[in-house]
């Protein structure tokens, strides 16, 4: 059988197949537009505007004003807390140790005189007795002698001769007596070394003290000079003080009563604030053992402040000494940190730049430094850096600190050149675009 196709259908037949080559079509110029585009891309490289770099801006410093005049150094030292008397008290006689006193505590104060122990008195009374006796048995024969002397005398004058004065002695019994009054005088001697053995019993302090140790306990059997008690004087210490010899020529150290150098002593140990005035009395004469300082002795009365409020100085103690030099005319005194290499400041000049003077070193301690007003040519108008700077030249331009962040240096001529201004660099800008 045969089938037939109408007109209609194949139109349409037509009119799908042109549809689906044009859409293949345009699909492939897609395709094809979207690999041109990429590999476009790909091929060209990525263009960065060059603009050259902002400028740094001026180093910001601090600064400090010289102080001109009079000035002195700060000098500053330890030393050791070391005592002016210290006395290991010992019996001057031996016996057996019967008591210490109630004030013959370790610690406790005790004045001049006070008693701090005793011996046993026994014998010693027993000897005082024994010379008792024997200086009335001298006086009594003493007394016997004279007798005998007005008797020779009543006999001789009744003799009526006149004698040689050698044989009138011997007829007046002159020896004799003269003897007997040295038996008494002898035996006085005695009774006297028997009484201060017997006050020798009981030991005292010598002067106002504090009890540092006792050596022996009650009971002991002590002989002559055996050391009993240790004891310090409260009255005032000494601080060893340990100094550059250089700095010497800065103290007063006084000269016979008068005193030295008043002294500022802290310690570590004290509350923030509290401290001790001394006065520099002597300087050793030796340098320490191990190094090239000089050692000056420095006077605190009451040390143990039992007659103030402030902090007590203990022996051995390390304190911080800081001294009162004198001061000099024609100096200039600046922080240490201001110094550097080869005896070398900063300024700031008027300007704003940079100035690097050289400057003669007077004295040179941790945190003052001393200078020469004539040779360093500083004046108290200028202004010196204390900042570290990592470049330094001369006459860079700076910004101080003092004038504020937003102070600016205007450049002189010098530094134009080394400086780039935006008009410079537009040409370069032009030419890399065109690039």
């Given amino acids: 059988m045969s089938v037939r196709h109408s007109p209609c259908s194949s139109v349409s037949l037509r009119r799908q197949a042109g549809r689906s080559r044009w859409g293949a079509l345009a699909a492939l110029l897609v395709i094809a537009l979207g690999i041109g585009i990429g590999y476009w891309l790909l091929s060209q490289p990525p263009r960065v505007e060059r603009r050259a770099a902002p400028s740094a801006p001026d180093p910001r410093v601090e600064v400090i004003r010289p102080e001109a005049g009079a000035v002195a150094p700060d000098i500053q030292g330890y030393g050791r807390v070391i005592a002016a008397r210290q006395t290991d008290l010992a019996a001057r006689v031996g016996g057996r140790l019967m008591a210490f006193s109630e004030a013959a505590e370790p610690g406790r104060v005790v004045e001049d005189g006070a008693a701090l122990a005793t ?46 004065a050698e044989r009138r002695a011997l007829v007046l019994r002159e020896p004799q007596l003269k003897a007997a009054q040295a038996a008494v005088d002898s035996a006085e001697v005695a009774l006297e070394s028997a009484q201060l053995d017997l006050a020798r019993t009981q030991i005292k302090a010598p002067y106002r003290a504090m009890i540092q140790e006792r050596l022996v306990g009650p009971g002991s059997e002590i002989s002559a000079n055996t050391a009993v008690l240790s004891v310090v004087d409260v009255g005032h210490f000494w601080v060893r003080v340990s100094l550059p010899s250089e700095e010497l020529a800065w103290l007063d150290t006084g000269e016979g009563d008068t005193p030295g150098a008043s002294v500022r002593i802290t310690s570590r140990g004290w509350p ?84 690097i003077r050289d400057v003669s070193v007077v004295y040179r301690g941790e945190e003052r430094l001393l200078l020469d007003a004539d040779d360093s040519a500083l004046t108290t108008d200028q202004r010196v850096i204390v900042s570290n700077l990592a470049q330094v030249r001369e006459g860079m331009t700076l910004r101080v600190a003092e004038d504020g962040p937003d102070t600016e240096v205007v450049s002189t001529d010098a530094d134009a050149s080394e400086t780039t201004s935006p008009s410079d660099n537009a040409p370069s800008r032009a030419e890399e675009s065109r690039s």
């Fill in 272 to 355: 923030d604030g509290m401290y001790r005035e001394g006065t520099v009395f002597s300087v050793l004469p030796d340098l320490e053992e191990n190094g090239l300082l000089a050692q000056v002795l420095v006077r605190v009365d009451d040390p143990l402040a039992l007659e103030s409020d402030a902090p007590a100085l203990r022996l051995g103690d390390v304190v911080s000494a800081s001294f009162e030099a004198t001061p000099r005319e024609g100096l200039v005194a600046l922080p240490t940190l201001a110094l550097r290499d080869g005896n070398r400041v900063w300024v700031v000049g008027e300007d704003g730049r940079l100035r």
């Fill in 119 to 164: 011996l046993d008195v026994s014998d010693y009374q027993l000897a005082v007795r024994s010379a008792q006796a024997a200086l009335d048995q001298t006086e009594a024969d003493l007394a016997i002698e004279r007798a005998e002397q007005i008797r020779a005398r009543s006999e001789y004058e009744s003799f009526g001769r006149q004698l040689s």
